[in-house]
């Protein structure tokens, strides 16, 4: 069964360093997405993207956040300068909507941590 | 405003005993309705989902749930809880746009007693 891959699976840079999170989509989903969960919170939106631009984005996910798809296949998440509260799991997400599910599949996260 | 309320953070139920998890939404229109559990450290598993029809849906697990439109709830059930289930489980509500977002509750940590 197609599945949304992520790596890495555990990230630990330091504060004020860039970092990329990547995600393979489900190949022919169109939608992608991303969300964060701090430790013992619920999981909340940052950023959805379609057509290779972004649709709808979250107070969380301000200039220090941007997002690409670079090639066919990838999708990403980069945070430009990384703060201590960024610490958190990220999860992608992908759909193909209307064309035959109305689901998003989530990927296992990216694990953040910054010291 | 879209929301989803899960009133219960922490519940304990013996192993075998019946559960039942609440979940009430507010949404501007019609709903998606979904539940998934994660254990500790691990990824997102879609338990169920509801789109339309019979309100009443199965999913994986041995989970049910039933959607009630006038009460604007989403509870989750179980006839007979496992050890396994201990976990954290997460009701989430989307809409029909294409690009809608997923908007999750705060969470329910179930715990089993032996």
């Known amino acids: 069964e197609p599945e949304v891959t992520q790596t890495p699976s555990h990230q630990v840079t330091q504060m004020g360093q860039e970092v990329i999170l990547r995600c393979v989509p489900i190949s022919n989903h169109l939608y992608f997405y991303w969300y964060r969960q701090i430790l013992g919170q619920k999981v909340e939106f940052l950023v959805s993207f379609y057509n290779n631009e972004i649709s709808e984005k979250s107070e969380i996910f301000d200039d220090q956040f941007s997002v690409e798809r670079p090639d066919g296949s990838n999708f990403t998440l980069k945070i430009r300068s990384t703060k201590l509260e960024d610490s958190a799991m990220y999860f992608c997400a992908s759909t193909d909507w209307g064309q035959g599910t109305y689901e998003q599949y989530f990927g296992p996260g990216t694990r953040l941590t910054v010291t | 405003a879209q929301s989803v309320t899960q009133p219960d953070i922490h519940i304990t139920v013996s192993e075998g005993a019946s559960l039942e998890l609440r979940c009430n939404y507010s949404?501007?229109?019609?709903?998606?309705l979904f539940w998934y559990v994660q254990s500790p450290g691990q990824g997102l598993q879609l338990l169920l989902k509801?789109?339309?029809?019979?309100?009443l849906v199965q999913g994986i697990k041995g989970f049910e749930a039933e959607f009630k439109r006038s009460q604007s709830s989403f509870n989750l059930r179980k006839p007979s809880v496992h050890w396994s289930d201990a976990a954290e489980y997460f009701c989430?509500?989307?809409?029909?746009?294409?690009?809608?977002?997923?908007?999750f509750g705060s969470g329910t940590r179930l715990s089993i007693r032996p």
């Open positions: 949404y501007g229109a019609t709903p998606y």
């Open positions: 509801y789109f339309s029809g019979d309100t």
């Open positions: 989430a509500v989307g809409g029909y746009s294409s690009a809608s977002k997923i908007i």
